[in-house]
């Protein structure tokens, strides 16, 4: 079982960056491959970026592509979603999911074994 806790998500202008930390709980965060997801109201929750268990591995989706790093540091059960030049566009409910497969290629939700709760960004024009 692994707990996901989500934070970094706040109000800022266009043109600004966030980070978001993802906190897990237990020892076994390595064997994970992780991702960060997003859900904007009336919308479908979609991929935005995943990382293999080592972090040496990395996709992202193209929307944000070149504007977003994600990050893990597996000493601290921690991953990061680094996100830059931010656009209203990026206005969502930002998860963070853990998958035991260890797929890191573009993960499906299907894929993911467990969600957190997601913080929520929002960015004003």
């Known amino acids: 079982q692994v707990q996901l806790v989500e934070s970094g998500g706040g109000l800022v202008q266009a043109g600004r960056s966030l980070r978001l930390s993802c906190a897990a709980s237990g020892r076994t965060f390595g064997t994970y491959s992780m991702a960060w997801f997003r859900q904007a109201p009336g919308k479908d929750r979609e991929f935005v970026a995943a990382i293999s268990r080592s972090g040496d591995g990395t996709s992202y989706a193209e929307s944000v592509k070149g504007r977003a790093t994600i990050s893990r540091d597996n000493a601290e059960n921690t991953v990061y979603l680094q996100m830059n030049s931010l656009k209203p566009e990026d206005t969502a409910l930002y998860y963070c999911?853990?998958?035991?497969?260890?797929?890191?290629?573009?993960?499906?939700?299907?894929?993911?074994?467990?969600w957190g709760q997601g913080t929520q960004v929002t960015v004003s024009s």
């Open positions: 999911a853990a998958d035991r497969s260890g797929n890191w290629y573009y993960p499906g939700l299907y894929e993911i074994d467990y």
